[in-house]
């Protein structure tokens, strides 16, 4: 067992014996209460289902095994020269719950490492997509076409022990993030850059490697670093996140569910939105002829949208009353890199006016910025123009925070999940309706 695997199997199993007592012991306490309006509004703040790898308040923002965005930032152990921290030492912090040291982050960086080769096989099938595919296309097909490299599918027929599901699990999912990086860098050159593709780097971290591989410079390698921690995880209840989960709850394997995830991510309700406000933005900057708007100018035009029946793309999220964290650190490192870009001048003034005209018209309930609202902006400064490669980027950060969730819930044994369903009828004569 690497010194990597042994400090989560330590995890576990000082894990296991809470979950067994709340099942044993408490499994009739009430947690929550249903209405039908939640029922039929898509579960919406249903308490359902566990993770200890994140939690998203309705105030701080997401917090990963505690933390805030900021106190994640802070104190992890950053590349040397950079402002980032390493992403492989964020996936030990999701993992274990643990603060990594530099010899911790150098477990993972020698994990992924030597498990980064892509089969030939993968590529090929990539290349035989038709080129004008959308790119979440070629990376899900990339993803399932390597299912035949699941270790948890040859032991689990050889017979394993349902404690041992988690080991499997990890080598898969290990096998599948090392790989991820070079197989998004690749789609990338492959649909946009005319098929040159750039190789991978030997003992460079993900950051540098991705960057380098994508063929943009320096300071890319932060912002893919930035990126991919910050859109990790974001609970279990998003689309992609509970896919993922559930997929893998049938135990199905990690190229499965994480194809699966994937394919969630995909929708314009989910993971399309930050290119869909980038778009939009465009479209602002083309109606004001691309000068930078005085804030009258610009609430004229937003009061102008909301007039028109139409929405500010980028502004509120189900979940949070307060401006995303996620959005304050891409803004943060936007004022020191990208102060004089004008789509950004866009953005910091959007930032300023669309919060009070929102709360003015009082229709919103988190009148406040979403992730979405500045993450296409950063790539697109950087030369990564390419609208529909973005879900690619949210996708390969979101596997870090899946994979490491069903890691967990195999270790602790969560069973497949099987919600209950009610018909109209049903609802109708709960709410007294007479037919």
Same mark, same amino acid.
């Given at each position: 067992?690497? @010194?990597?695997?042994?400090?989560?199997?330590?995890?576990?199993?000082?894990?296991?014996?809470?979950?067994?007592?709340?099942?044993?012991?408490?499994?009739?306490?009430?947690?929550?209460?249903?209405?039908?309006?939640?029922?039929?509004?898509?579960?919406?703040?249903?308490?359902?289902?566990?993770?200890?790898?994140?939690?998203?308040?309705?105030?701080?923002?997401?917090?990963?095994?505690?933390?805030?965005?900021?106190?994640?930032?802070?104190?992890?152990?950053?590349?040397?020269?950079?402002?980032?921290?390493?992403?492989? *030492?964020?996936?030990?912090?999701?993992?274990?719950?643990?603060?990594?040291?530099?010899?911790?982050?150098?477990?993972?960086?020698?994990?992924?490492?030597?498990?980064?080769?892509?089969?030939?096989?993968?590529?090929?099938?990539?290349?035989?997509?038709?080129?004008?595919?959308?790119?979440?296309?070629?990376?899900?097909?990339?993803?399932?076409?390597?299912?035949?490299?699941?270790?948890?599918?040859?032991?689990?027929?050889? *017979?394993?022990?349902?404690?041992?599901?988690?080991?499997?699990?990890?080598?898969?999912?290990?096998?599948?993030?090392?790989?991820?990086?070079?197989? @998004?860098?690749?789609?990338?050159?492959?649909?946009?850059?005319?098929?040159?593709?750039?190789?991978?780097?030997?003992?460079?971290?993900?950051?540098?490697?991705?960057?380098?591989?994508?063929?943009?410079?320096?300071?890319?390698?932060?912002?893919?670093?930035?990126?991919?921690?910050?859109?990790?995880?974001?609970?279990?209840?998003?689309?992609?996140?509970?896919?993922?989960?559930?997929?893998?709850? @049938?135990?199905?394997?990690?190229?499965?569910?994480?194809?699966?995830?994937?394919? *969630?991510?995909? *929708?314009?309700?989910?993971?399309?939105?930050?290119?869909?406000?980038?778009?939009?933005?465009?479209?602002?900057?083309?109606?004001?002829?691309?000068?930078?708007?005085?804030?009258?100018?610009?609430?004229?035009?937003?009061?102008?949208?909301?007039?028109?029946?139409?929405?500010?793309?980028?502004?509120?999220?189900?979940?949070?009353?307060?401006?995303?964290?996620?959005?304050?650190?891409?803004?943060?490192?936007?004022?020191?890199?990208?102060?004089?870009?004008?789509?950004?001048?866009?953005?910091?003034?959007?930032?300023?006016?669309?919060?009070?005209?929102?709360?003015?018209?009082?229709?919103?309930?988190?009148?406040?910025?979403?992730?979405?609202?500045?993450?296409?902006?950063?790539?697109?400064?950087?030369?990564?123009?390419?609208?529909?490669?973005?879900?690619?980027?949210?996708?390969?950060?979101? #596997?870090?925070?899946?994979? #490491?969730?069903?890691?967990?819930?195999?270790?602790?044994?969560?069973?497949?999940?099987?919600?209950?369903?009610?018909?109209?009828?049903?609802?109708?004569?709960?709410?007294?309706?007479?037919?």
């Amino acid at each position: 067992m690497t @010194a990597l695997k042994e400090k989560l199997f330590e995890k576990i199993v000082a894990w296991r014996p809470r979950t067994a007592r709340l099942l044993k012991e408490f499994s009739e306490v009430k947690v929550d209460e249903v209405n039908i309006g939640q029922i039929i509004g898509g579960m919406r703040d249903i308490k359902s289902m566990t993770t200890d790898i994140s939690y998203l308040d309705p105030q701080e923002g997401i917090r990963f095994r505690g933390l805030t965005i900021p106190e994640v930032l802070e104190k992890l152990p950053k590349v040397p020269g950079s402002e980032m921290p390493y992403v492989e *030492g964020f996936f030990f912090f999701l993992l274990t719950g643990d603060i990594p040291d530099e010899k911790d982050i150098q477990l993972v960086v020698n994990e992924f490492e030597s498990r980064k080769k892509v089969p030939e096989y993968v590529f090929d099938v990539i290349r035989a997509i038709p080129i004008d595919s959308h790119p979440m296309t070629m990376l899900s097909a990339a993803i399932i076409t390597m299912q035949r490299e699941s270790v948890f599918v040859k032991r689990y027929e050889n *017979g394993l022990n349902k404690n041992d599901y988690w080991d499997p699990t990890y080598e898969d999912s290990l096998n599948l993030m090392a790989k991820l990086p070079e197989i @998004a860098a690749f789609i990338y050159r492959l649909k946009y850059k005319n098929g040159s593709v750039i190789p991978s780097l030997n003992n460079a971290d993900w950051g540098e490697n991705f960057a380098h591989m994508m063929g943009v410079s320096e300071p890319y390698d932060d912002v893919s670093r930035l990126y991919f921690i910050l859109h990790s995880d974001h609970e279990s209840g998003n689309v992609s996140a509970h896919t993922g989960h559930l997929v893998a709850s @049938a135990l199905s394997d990690i190229y499965y569910s994480i194809s699966a995830m994937l394919n *969630g991510l995909a *929708g314009p309700l989910h993971g399309l939105a930050n290119q869909e406000v980038l778009r939009w933005i465009q479209d602002v900057m083309n109606k004001m002829g691309g000068k930078i708007p005085t804030e009258d100018e610009m609430k004229k035009f937003v009061w102008d949208t909301l007039k028109s029946g139409h929405v500010i793309p980028g502004f509120g999220h189900a979940v949070l009353r307060k401006t995303d964290p996620r959005y304050m650190a891409q803004r943060e490192f936007s004022l020191k890199h990208l102060h004089e870009d004008p789509i950004f001048k866009y953005v910091d003034m959007l930032y300023k006016v669309v919060p009070p005209i929102l709360l003015e018209q009082g229709k919103a309930k988190n009148p406040w910025p979403n992730v979405d609202s500045q993450s296409g902006v950063i790539q697109w400064h950087y030369g990564v123009k390419e609208y529909d490669f973005y879900t690619v980027l949210f996708g390969v950060g979101r #596997a870090l925070g899946v994979c #490491a969730n069903i890691i967990w819930a195999r270790a602790l044994g969560y069973p497949l999940e099987r919600p209950k369903s009610l018909t109209t009828d049903m609802l109708e004569e709960i709410a007294g309706i007479k037919k």
